[in-house]
Every structure is written in C-alpha cells, then in structure tokens.
T-cell receptor, first 112, second 114 residues
Framework: SQQGEEDPQALSIQEGENATMNCSYK?????LQWYRQNSGRGLVHLIL?????REKHSGRLRVTLDTSKKSSSLLITASRAADTASYFC????????????FGKGNQVVVIP | NAGVTQTPKFQVLKTGQSMTLQCAQD?????MSWYRQDPGMGLRLIHY???????DQGEVPNGYNVSRSTTEDFPLRLLSAAPSQTSVYFC?????????????FGSGTRLTVV
C-alpha cells in the first residue's frame, strides 16, 4: 500500500509565488524524502528529512516534518517556470530493509 | 557520467513475449530497486536488492523476475508480457538504503504491451 499521500494533487501558480504541498503517512518512519519528476524524465532527489528533524532547507526549498501528525510539507519559494513538475514524497521505514514507499504525486504548474 | 543507465528507453511487446529491461549503475551502490509508474498510482516497488546475490519482492512482483550477479547490474525480466504490464519502469540505486542519502533514478523504460 502507498505510504505517502500528497495533497493537493494539482497546483497551478504564477511565477514568483510560493507553492506548498503536503504529504501524510501512516506508520513510523526513518526519514521522509521529496523528489521531483519533470515530464517524461526520471525522479530527482530534492531533500531528505530525518524523523528527529522538524525543518530543513535547501536553496528555495523548505521541508517540515510533524511526526505527531504523520505529515510533511514542501514549500517552494519564489517559484519559476522551471519548477513545473510532479513532486513526490517518499518514506523510508525503520524496518524491512528500509524500502522507499512513494505517494501518488503532486502536479505543479508554474505559469510564466 | 556517473548514474543509473536504463535500456531500452522504449519498447513495444506482444502479449506473451518475454524481455529483459537492463539497469546498470556505476556508483558502487549496494541497494538497487525496480519501480513501475502508472497514472494515478505513483511508483510501486516491484523487486529490490540489498547487494549482489540478494533480491527480494516488493509490492507488485508477479510476472517479473530479477537477479543480481554483480553490484553494477540489476536486470528485470518480464516472463510473459501482459497488457497490464504496460507502464513506465524505473530503476533506482542508493548508497545506504536511503537512510542518509536519496535514491538515484534512471531515466526510465516506457513499455507498451499490445
């Protein structure tokens, strides 16, 4: 079964605006990761946040993790047209060979 | 360039045919996995390997076989293709089972079974 579930499923914003995506999960985790997928391409790892971390930054990306609510959010600040992509959250469980379980993804369209 | 290489990029098969999707990585990663991506379903794990000679099943293993004879290669075999196996297949590798680092993905193989 899918561990991560993103919300909202599709987001359309103007260039320069911020984009926020949420992800919820069901079980305890070792870490949570966010990936980007441009149309027709493979997934690219963006950021990893461990279960004992609450917030992490990487360039224009900010990820938060709330283990009590089993949820995470990804914020992209000052969006650009090149940020148009699908964004997936994925969780690594603390057992079972640490397999990576993906959510269904968020489609983000940044309008120039 | 270091990374995960998948071949072929596109393939059309007839129902009942067999084929092997190739995956190779040159980063000396021990952990490799195969995912399929279908519209509205996200990525689902087919098989994975924690090192040469060791493989295990993921969420949707039926109809697929894998082997891991070397650290570099992790081929995925479709035994008798079915239309339900029409999908985009991704191979991925990780340095440390994604505990501290993310996965590196290949560019995918788009498979159509007619």
């Amino acid at each position: 079964s899918q561990q991560g579930e993103e919300d909202p499923q599709a987001l359309s914003i103007q260039e320069g605006e911020n984009a926020t995506m949420n992800c919820s999960y069901k079980t305890s985790i070792n870490n949570l990761q966010w990936y980007r997928q441009n149309s027709g391409r493979g997934l690219v790892h963006l950021i990893l946040i461990r279960s004992n971390e609450r917030e992490k930054h990487s360039g224009r990306l900010r990820v938060t993790l709330d283990t009590s609510k089993k949820s995470s959010s990804l914020l992209i600040t000052a969006s650009r047209a090149a940020d148009t992509a699908s964004y997936f959250c994925a969780t690594v469980l603390p057992y079972g060979n640490n397999r990576l379980a993906f959510g269904k993804g968020n489609q983000v369209v940044v309008i120039p | 360039n270091a990374g995960v290489t998948q071949t072929p990029k596109f393939q059309v098969l007839k129902t009942g045919q067999s084929m092997t999707l190739q995956c190779a990585q040159d980063m000396n990663h021990e952990y490799m996995s195969w995912y399929r991506q279908d519209p509205g379903m996200g990525l689902r794990l087919i098989h994975y390997s924690v090192g040469a000679g060791i493989t295990d099943q993921g969420e949707v293993p039926n109809g697929y076989n894998v082997s891991r004879s070397t650290t570099e290669d992790f081929p995925l075999r479709l035994l008798s293709a079915a239309p339900s196996q029409t999908s985009v297949y991704f191979c991925a590798s990780s340095e440390d089972r994604a505990i501290n680092y993310g996965y590196t993905f290949g560019s995918g193989t788009r498979l159509t079974v007619v």
